[in-house]
């Protein structure tokens, strides 16, 4: 027996307890008291006190664990003696470990004599008394955690167990080399799997620490420290921790404990800031096409991944703690992290700063999965505003920025929308269609109306460029086969046969075929579209259960809604911004509210008139934002052409920096703004072919003007000048736009602010006005943008519109949909921009010859993309949707046609996002008004 | 297989339970959905056999209309049959063919008046230009003793309540209606069958004691194969307690609690807008977070 248990150390234990086995326990008991009082004898030969050392361990052990230092009592005690210990140590605990309990729960006689003897206490003191070092600490730790780990009987229960342990859990806390943590962290998460199984132990934690005078519960406080740590420490301290968690769900002492006494939400939301710190401020990004953070990009970085951990244990302990110190957590996040720390990052000074930060924003909402928490990202988002402009609206402005964080945001939206959370959608779309003030009156009850014909469809699919119709391009190119639909009934009832004479016959086993022909060619493409919109409004429909109401016109009803005030953030807003002085500065800072139109001459005194600062200066975003504002304050953001000049005065910025110096034949340039004006007015009307182009060419002319005259920056000029026309509503008034060039800020300057916050959305006009909202109006000016926009940008537009068209909302599918409702002049349609579109690429394939050549190359290149596509993502199913899960590798480059040419490819899109559309109208026309059921 | 769909649910929200309990053949399996092979819409399909109207196509240039008309068609019928379900006409069902979209089986009940106890088989026919076509037809398996049904076909006079089928304004269901209401309200003016009429007019008693040979004529043909070798024809089979007990009991359990069924699905949407409010975040239980 003593050379087997000599034999063991601590990787041999397995072995041993079968050896073990059926050794009777009087033996042990025999030797276990045996090697104790060996044990026994050299303790008490150092005992500097040489008394009852039991009454006086508690004295002892917090001299001991407040220094933490080398501690010796008497002279240094020689190594064969402490190696004896040990050695008998092992032993015994080996023995204790072994023991089975007694009848009925009662100890067994080895633990009994533990409890009895102060074993561990004074085996405690021992280490104490030698060197109380790492190593030491080490021992000790591995010690308690193989204990309490594979005894087969509670041994925490027992005071003279516990208190030592907790003693040193205690003298563990503060600094110990990595090793020591790691063993500590282990032994606390053991602890906790025990708590977790046997609450009664819980109790016992909390006395106990008051014994120790701190009314903490010392596990748990313990492990706080390690909450954000990397690697296998960090992951076993969060997962011990939400052991406490779900604990807390159920006692309420637990939960008080934590949310009052400790410092564990603060810590956690704390330590996101301090782990979004050390994310890359600028992301480097692969290409082009890239629009957002996959997860084989964010495994290549560890701080991004550390941070994911961490969000996600946040995730976590939300999901299980208690409400109080659910509620907390979220509030400390909320005002913590998203609020002092992602909403200046979203309005950091450069572009790609910015577009790193949407990126993190993005994939931080893609990884929450808990209500609670989404909720406290989506107010963030919605309400929160940073410098008086909300992030929403900053977000959304975004869009129409160029380069690539036009579409980083396009991504973040993508992913807002597919939340199917009523919140998001009321505030992006749904608040500026309730009250129906985008349609004529007399169509307000069309709303509800169904579309029984497919009319809608067969009014989108009539777009479809003629160049791209389905006898044009041939099979299998267009995926197109020859359905011949079986003769059912043809027109007597009786002749219910099949004709037969077709080429192909396909068995289903059931003795009925499919008679697939030649008689009439199908789009057997158009039946995946069909497919796939009715899993997309099926899913769709059933999460908008929850809903509150059904949007449909009548509910929530228009009249109320009139005034519609934005709602209020759940922040009040900062107090350094001064109150307005005047009328212009009013208008922009009640912009969020239905604040009152400014005359035009009243806009002209005003801003002619040096600003008038405030004594306490507005934050620098904040001056320049306004000075953008006050400068759009009459032409801004009316629906028609708005959002267009947003497009041209961003892509204006992107070529000038670029010190892009193309040059074009020169037109007159008021000439084209007219042109331009004129087309928004009637979409089939043509539209510049190349808006850009002609847009630098003005900047040129108009540049050399005024270097001639006086010098002044191009770009002001070009504002002024451009922005005069456009000014519809109040051409008449002619204002003198020059005057706001005095206060026009340098390029440089307004550079920051135009891809930061220029938006003030649906608030500078009056809302009786009609305005589908910033959201619906930048997507239809990108989407006009069809021909120009990249790929993968034409990929994203339309992947959101199809998003927002599969939503089962009357509202919000009879403005997508309905191509027979009649809107106000004012709102452009998705409808009248399909169609613009239409003929804008009719035109072209006019007057290219090569035209129906590049659409062939075209379709060729995008179904070796999708097939490529496939190969990588298995879970892919439609023909579009494959197309659009870009990933950050280039698609194979096409031999015959270059990316560059966007016409052809955006005439290639714009066919399938017709039919896309289509499928969509019609699966709504049997879906949506079919209660749901499974 | 959308109206195999539908019709389980009018099935379940039907109201009838008589003693005779309708039995479906099991569907035929059909080929999984996949990528490049043909899914089974196309046979439930309709034939296109001329232009569904000179107008429309006319309309509809570059032959959009020509790939897609078989799909608006298709689509207008899934639309009207999720109309039928919707309206719940008492003792009404009805059921698309397997082969064409265009013929529907129908079986109705008739439980009080003159032909009380009469469960009658039909089919509707659908003209392939619907609907800019004529009304859809009515014929009756047994050409039950009626002044509206011809003695000979089976079929109803439907025209004469829709002299002309309107679209957006005349729906299947309204003929499925009026086949109902025939037997409840006796016209004899302009009848298809003179003899009914007549004996309506002058001798009830005889008209009825015919009426009662009819119900009982159509009655002991219940069980026969359906006229249609289709696999979605409606056939009864006599009461048999080891299938339609089941069966009876899990569709009045279904009935019974709708909110539990519902309930127990996961929900992916999110909503934190209280009921009556326009404001994001407005319910009460929000957590505060500042």
Same mark, same amino acid.
Not at chain 1, 412 to 424: A, P, R, S
Not at chain 2, 25 to 54: D, E, M
Not at chain 2, 184 to 190: D, G, H, V
């Given at each position: 027996?003593?050379?087997?248990?000599?034999?063991?150390?601590?990787?041999?234990?397995?072995?041993?307890?079968?050896?073990?086995?059926?050794?009777?326990?009087?033996?042990?008991?025999?030797?276990?008291?045996?090697?104790?009082?060996?044990?026994?004898?050299?303790?008490?030969?150092?005992?500097?006190?040489?008394?009852?050392?039991?009454?006086?361990?508690?004295?002892?052990?917090?001299?001991?664990?407040?220094?933490?230092?080398?501690?010796?009592?008497?002279?240094?005690?020689?190594?064969?003696?402490?190696?004896?210990?040990?050695?008998?140590?092992?032993?015994?605990?080996?023995?204790?470990?072994?023991?089975?309990?007694?009848?009925?729960?009662?100890?067994?006689?080895?633990?009994?004599?533990?409890?009895? @003897?102060?074993?561990?206490?004074?085996?405690?003191?021992?280490?104490?008394?030698?060197?109380?070092?790492?190593?030491?600490?080490?021992?000790?730790?591995?010690?308690?955690?193989?204990?309490?780990?594979?005894?087969?009987?509670?041994?925490?229960?027992?005071?003279?167990?516990?208190?030592?342990?907790?003693?040193?859990?205690?003298?563990?806390?503060?600094?110990?080399?990595?090793? *020591?943590?790691?063993?500590?962290?282990?032994?606390?998460?053991?602890?906790?799997?025990?708590?977790?199984?046997?609450?009664?132990?819980?109790?016992?934690?909390?006395?106990?620490?008051?014994?120790?005078? $701190?009314?903490?519960?010392?596990?748990?406080?313990?492990?706080?420290?390690?909450?954000?740590?990397?690697?296998? *420490?960090?992951?076993?301290?969060?997962?011990?921790?939400?052991?406490?968690?779900?604990?807390?769900?159920?006692?309420?002492?637990?939960?008080?404990?934590?949310?009052?006494?400790?410092?564990?939400?603060?810590?956690?939301?704390?330590?996101?800031?301090?782990?979004?710190?050390?994310?890359?401020?600028?992301?480097?990004?692969?290409?082009?096409?890239?629009?957002?953070?996959?997860?084989?990009?964010?495994?290549?970085?560890?701080?991004?991944?550390?941070?994911?951990?961490?969000?996600?244990?946040?995730?976590?302990?939300?999901?299980?703690?208690?409400?109080?110190?659910?509620?907390? #957590?979220?509030?400390?996040?909320?005002?913590?992290?998203?609020? %002092?720390?992602?909403?200046?990052? #979203?309005?950091?000074?450069?572009?790609?700063?910015?577009?790193?930060?949407?990126?993190?924003?993005?994939?931080?909402?893609?990884?929450?999965?808990?209500?609670?928490?989404?909720?406290?990202?989506? +107010?963030?988002?919605?309400?929160?505003?940073?410098?008086?402009?909300?992030?929403?609206?900053?977000?959304?402005?975004?869009?129409?920025?160029?380069?690539?964080?036009?579409?980083?945001?396009?991504?973040?939206?993508?992913?807002?929308?597919?939340?199917?959370?009523?919140?998001?959608?009321?505030?992006?779309?749904?608040?500026?269609?309730?009250?129906?003030?985008?349609?004529?009156?007399?169509?307000?009850?069309?709303?509800?109306?169904?579309?029984?014909?497919?009319?809608?469809?067969?009014?989108?699919?009539?777009?479809?460029?003629?160049?791209?119709?389905?006898?044009?391009?041939?099979?299998?190119?267009?995926?197109?086969?020859?359905?011949?639909?079986?003769?059912?009934?043809?027109?007597?009832?009786?002749?219910?046969?099949?004709?037969?004479?077709?080429?192909?016959?396909?068995?289903?086993?059931?003795?009925?075929?499919?008679?697939?022909?030649?008689?009439?060619?199908?789009?057997?493409?158009?039946?995946?579209?069909?497919?796939?919109?009715?899993?997309?409004?099926?899913? /769709?429909?059933?999460? /908008?259960?929850?809903?509150?109401? %059904?949007?449909?016109?009548?509910?929530?009803?228009?009249?109320?809604?009139?005034?519609?005030?934005?709602?209020?953030?759940?922040?009040?807003?900062?107090?350094?911004?001064?109150?307005?002085?005047?009328?212009?500065?009013?208008?922009?800072?009640?912009?969020?509210?239905?604040?009152?139109?400014?005359?035009?001459?009243?806009?002209?005194?005003?801003?002619?008139?040096?600003?008038?600062?405030? $004594?306490?200066?507005?934050?620098?975003?904040?001056?320049?934002?306004?000075?953008?504002?006050? &400068?759009?304050?009459?032409?801004?953001?009316?629906?028609?052409?708005?959002?267009?000049?947003?497009? &041209?005065?961003?892509?204006?910025?992107?070529?000038?920096?670029?010190?892009?110096?193309?040059?074009?034949?020169?037109?007159?340039?008021?000439?084209?703004?007219?042109?331009?004006?004129?087309?928004?007015?009637?979409?089939?009307? @043509?539209?510049?072919?190349?808006?850009?182009?002609?847009?630098?060419?003005?900047?040129?002319?108009?540049?050399?003007?005024?270097?001639?005259?006086?010098?002044?920056? %191009?770009?002001?000029?070009?504002?002024?000048?451009?922005?005069?026309?456009?000014?519809?509503?109040?051409?008449?008034?002619?204002?003198?736009?020059?005057?706001?060039?005095?206060?026009?800020?340098?390029?440089?300057?307004?550079?920051?602010?135009?891809?930061?916050?220029?938006?003030?959305?649906?608030?500078?006009?009056?809302?009786?006005? %009609?305005?589908?909202?910033?959201?619906?109006?930048?997507?239809?000016?990108?989407?006009?943008?069809?021909?120009?926009?990249?790929?993968?940008?034409?990929?994203?537009?339309?992947?959101?519109?199809?998003?927002?068209?599969?939503?089962?909302?009357? #509202?919000?599918?009879?403005?997508?949909?309905?191509?027979?409702?009649?809107?106000?002049? +004012?709102?452009?349609?998705?409808?009248?921009?399909?169609?613009?579109?239409?003929?804008?690429?009719?035109?072209?394939?006019?007057?290219?010859?090569?035209?129906?050549?590049?659409?062939?190359?075209?379709?060729? /290149?995008?179904?070796?993309?999708?097939?490529?596509?496939?190969?990588?993502?298995?879970?892919?199913?439609?023909?579009?949707?494959?197309?659009?899960? &870009?990933?950050?590798?280039?698609?194979?480059?096409?031999?015959?046609?270059?990316?560059?040419?966007?016409?052809?490819?955006?005439?290639?899109?714009?066919?399938?996002?017709?039919?896309?559309?289509?499928?969509?109208?019609?699966?709504?026309?049997?879906?949506?008004?079919?209660?749901?059921?499974? | 297989?959308?109206?195999?769909?539908?019709?389980?649910?009018?099935?379940?929200?039907?109201?009838?339970?008589?003693?005779?309990?309708?039995?479906?053949?099991?569907?035929?399996?059909?080929?999984?959905?996949?990528?490049?092979?043909?899914?089974?819409?196309?046979?439930?399909?309709?034939?296109?056999?001329?232009?569904? =109207?000179?107008?429309? !196509?006319?309309?509809?240039?570059?032959? !959009?209309?020509?790939?897609?008309?078989?799909?608006?068609?298709?689509? =207008?019928?899934?639309?009207?049959? !999720?109309?039928?379900?919707?309206?719940?006409?008492?003792?009404?069902?009805?059921?698309?063919?397997?082969?064409?979209?265009?013929?529907?089986?129908?079986?109705?009940?008739?439980?009080?008046?003159?032909?009380?106890?009469?469960?009658?088989?039909?089919?509707?026919?659908?003209?392939?230009?619907?609907?800019?076509?004529?009304?859809?037809?009515?014929?009756?398996?047994?050409?039950?003793?009626?002044?509206?049904?011809?003695?000979?076909?089976?079929?109803?006079?439907?025209?004469?309540?829709?002299?002309?089928?309107?679209?957006?304004?005349?729906?299947?269901?309204?003929?499925?209606?009026?086949?109902?209401?025939?037997?409840?309200?006796?016209?004899?003016?302009?009848?298809?069958?003179?003899?009914?009429?007549?004996?309506?007019?002058?001798?009830?008693?005889?008209?009825?004691?015919?009426?009662?040979?009819?119900?009982?004529?159509?009655?002991?043909?219940?069980?026969?194969?359906?006229?249609?070798?289709?696999?979605?024809?409606?056939?009864?089979?006599?009461?048999?307690?080891?299938?339609?007990?089941?069966?009876?009991?899990?569709?009045?359990?279904?009935?019974?609690?709708?909110?539990?069924?519902?309930?127990?699905?996961?929900?992916?949407?999110?909503?934190?807008?209280?009921?009556?409010? !326009?404001?994001?975040?407005?319910?009460?239980?929000?957590?505060?977070?500042?």
């Amino acid at each position: 027996m003593a050379s087997m248990v000599a034999n063991g150390n601590r990787d041999g234990r397995q072995g041993e307890a079968l050896v073990l086995k059926g050794v009777d326990p009087e033996t042990c008991m025999i030797v276990f008291k045996n090697h104790w009082a060996q044990v026994v004898k050299i303790l008490e030969k150092h005992d500097p006190l040489r008394s009852n050392t039991s009454s006086n361990m508690a004295a002892l052990g917090v001299i001991g664990l407040s220094s933490g230092g080398p501690m010796r009592f008497g002279g240094p005690i020689p190594g064969d003696e402490a190696s004896a210990v040990q050695n008998y140590v092992e032993h015994i605990l080996f023995l204790l470990m072994e023991e089975d309990a007694g009848q009925a729960g009662a100890m067994g006689p080895i633990l009994e004599f533990v409890v009895m @003897e102060n074993v561990m206490e004074r085996l405690f003191l021992w280490s104490l008394r030698r060197q109380f070092t790492d190593d030491m600490k080490l021992e000790q730790l591995k010690m308690y955690e193989m204990i309490v780990g594979q005894a087969r009987q509670p041994l925490l229960h027992h005071k003279p167990v516990l208190r030592p342990l907790m003693m040193l859990l205690s003298s563990c806390s503060g600094t110990a080399g990595p090793e *020591v943590e790691a063993e500590l962290v282990s032994l606390l998460n053991q602890l906790c799997c025990v708590l977790a199984k046997d609450q009664s132990v819980l109790e016992l934690f909390f006395h106990t620490s008051e014994d120790q005078g $701190a009314a903490n519960f010392l596990i748990f406080s313990l492990l706080i420290p390690f909450i954000h740590r990397e690697g296998l *420490v960090g992951q076993q301290a969060r997962d011990a921790l939400l052991l406490i968690m779900s604990l807390s769900a159920e006692n309420q002492r637990v939960a008080q404990h934590i949310a009052e006494n400790t410092y564990f939400c603060p810590v956690l939301a704390t330590g996101l800031s301090g782990l979004y710190s050390s994310l890359p401020t600028k992301l480097e990004v692969p290409g082009e096409e890239w629009h957002c953070l996959h997860r084989e990009d964010w495994l290549q970085m560890p701080t991004l991944v550390q941070f994911l951990n961490s969000l996600e244990f946040c995730n976590a302990v939300i999901q299980v703690a208690h409400p109080n110190i659910r509620d907390q #957590l979220v509030s400390y996040i909320y005002n913590g992290f998203l609020v %002092p720390v992602l909403a200046p990052a #979203l309005h950091k000074p450069t572009l790609e700063e910015v577009m790193t930060t949407t990126a993190y924003l993005d994939l931080f909402v893609r990884s929450v999965s808990e209500p609670v928490l989404l909720q406290t990202f989506l +107010s963030f988002i919605l309400l929160h505003r940073h410098e008086n402009v909300h992030i929403l609206d900053t977000l959304v402005s975004r869009i129409n920025t160029p380069f690539q964080l036009g579409t980083v945001s396009l991504a973040l939206f993508q992913t807002l929308i597919g939340l199917y959370c009523e919140d998001v959608m009321l505030q992006l779309i749904l608040r500026y269609l309730i009250p129906c003030n985008h349609m004529m009156l007399s169509q307000r009850r069309v709303v509800k109306e169904r579309d029984f014909y497919s009319v809608s469809a067969a009014k989108i699919l009539a777009l479809t460029p003629s160049c791209c119709s389905p006898e044009h391009s041939p099979p299998p190119l267009r995926q197109l086969d020859s359905i011949l639909w079986s003769k059912g009934t043809d027109n007597s009832p009786n002749t219910g046969t099949m004709e037969t004479e077709e080429t192909f016959l396909e068995e289903d086993g059931s003795g009925y075929s499919c008679v697939i022909g030649s008689e009439i060619y199908l789009d057997v493409n158009y039946l995946h579209y069909l497919y796939n919109a009715r899993l997309g409004i099926s899913s /769709c429909t059933r999460a /908008c259960q929850v809903w509150s109401a %059904p949007y449909d016109g009548e509910d929530p009803p228009p009249e109320e809604s009139h005034p519609h005030p934005r709602p209020r953030p759940p922040c009040p807003p900062q107090t350094t911004d001064p109150a307005p002085t005047n009328q212009l500065e009013l208008e922009w800072d009640d912009s969020y509210d239905a604040g009152p139109v400014v005359s035009p001459e009243a806009a002209t005194a005003e801003s002619s008139k040096p600003p008038q600062l405030p $004594a306490a200066e507005p934050p620098k975003h904040i001056q320049e934002m306004r000075r953008t504002a006050i &400068m759009l304050v009459k032409g801004s953001y009316i629906e028609e052409s708005d959002f267009q000049d947003d497009v &041209m005065v961003y892509d204006l910025v992107a070529k000038k920096d670029a010190r892009d110096t193309v040059t074009k034949g020169s037109k007159e340039v008021k000439a084209h703004v007219a042109d331009h004006n004129s087309n928004l007015q009637s979409p089939l009307a @043509e539209v510049g072919d190349d808006l850009m182009g002609q847009y630098e060419e003005l900047i040129r002319t108009l540049g050399s003007d005024e270097a001639g005259t006086g010098g002044s920056s %191009p770009v002001k000029t070009v504002d002024k000048e451009f922005r005069n026309p456009v000014v519809t509503p109040m051409e008449e008034d002619e204002v003198d736009f020059s005057s706001f060039s005095m206060d026009t800020p340098e390029l440089e300057k307004q550079h920051s602010s135009l891809f930061g916050t220029k938006l003030c959305s649906g608030s500078t006009r009056s809302h009786s006005v %009609p305005f589908t909202g910033p959201f619906v109006s930048v997507l239809l000016s990108r989407l006009e943008n069809m021909l120009d926009n990249s790929l993968h940008v034409n990929l994203l537009l339309t992947g959101i519109l199809a998003q927002l068209a599969a939503y089962p909302q009357p #509202l919000l599918q009879s403005f997508l949909l309905n191509t027979n409702m009649v809107f106000q002049p +004012s709102v452009r349609s998705l409808y009248q921009v399909l169609a613009s579109l239409k003929n804008q690429i009719e035109q072209q394939a006019s007057t290219k010859k090569d035209f129906p050549k590049l659409i062939t190359s075209a379709q060729h /290149c995008l179904l070796a993309r999708e097939s490529s596509l496939k190969g990588q993502d298995s879970r892919e199913c439609s023909p579009l949707e494959a197309g659009r899960m &870009m990933k950050s590798s280039p698609p194979p480059q096409p031999k015959t046609i270059s990316l560059a040419r966007t016409e052809v490819f955006a005439t290639v899109l714009f066919t399938e996002f017709l039919k896309e559309l289509a499928a969509i109208a019609q699966e709504h026309s049997i879906l949506s008004h079919v209660p749901m059921e499974e | 297989t959308y109206l195999n769909d539908f019709w389980e649910k009018g099935r379940s929200d039907g109201e009838e339970q008589s003693g005779e309990q309708q039995q479906q053949r099991a569907s035929p399996a059909r080929p999984s959905f996949g990528k490049k092979q043909l899914p089974s819409i196309p046979k439930n399909a309709v034939p296109i056999t001329k232009p569904a =109207s000179p107008a429309a !196509t006319a309309q509809l240039a570059n032959g !959009t209309h020509a790939s897609y008309g078989p799909f608006y068609l298709e689509y =207008s019928l899934l639309a009207e049959f !999720t109309l039928v379900i919707k309206q719940k006409l008492p003792g009404i069902y009805v059921q698309p063919s397997y082969k064409s979209a265009l013929m529907w089986f129908g079986v109705i009940f008739i439980r009080h008046g003159l032909y009380q106890d009469g469960v009658f088989k039909f089919t509707v026919y659908i003209p392939d230009n619907y609907p800019d076509g004529e009304c859809p037809r009515v014929v009756f398996d047994i050409p039950v003793f009626h002044p509206l049904v011809d003695p000979v076909s089976g079929e109803l006079d439907v025209r004469r309540a829709f002299t002309k089928w309107r679209r957006n304004h005349n729906h299947i269901w309204q003929v499925l209606m009026y086949a109902r209401t025939v037997f409840y309200k006796i016209n004899t003016m302009e009848p298809l069958n003179p003899e009914a009429a007549v004996l309506y007019d002058k001798d009830v008693q005889l008209f009825k004691s015919k009426v009662v040979d009819s119900v009982k004529l159509c009655n002991s043909h219940l069980f026969d194969q359906p006229k249609m070798d289709d696999p979605y024809a409606i056939s009864f089979s006599s009461w048999n307690p080891a299938i339609h007990d089941e069966a009876k009991e899990r569709m009045f359990s279904h009935k019974r609690r709708p909110e539990d069924h519902q309930k127990g699905l996961p929900v992916s949407g999110l909503s934190w807008v209280k009921p009556g409010s !326009t404001q994001p975040f407005s319910k009460d239980d929000n957590p505060p977070l500042s």
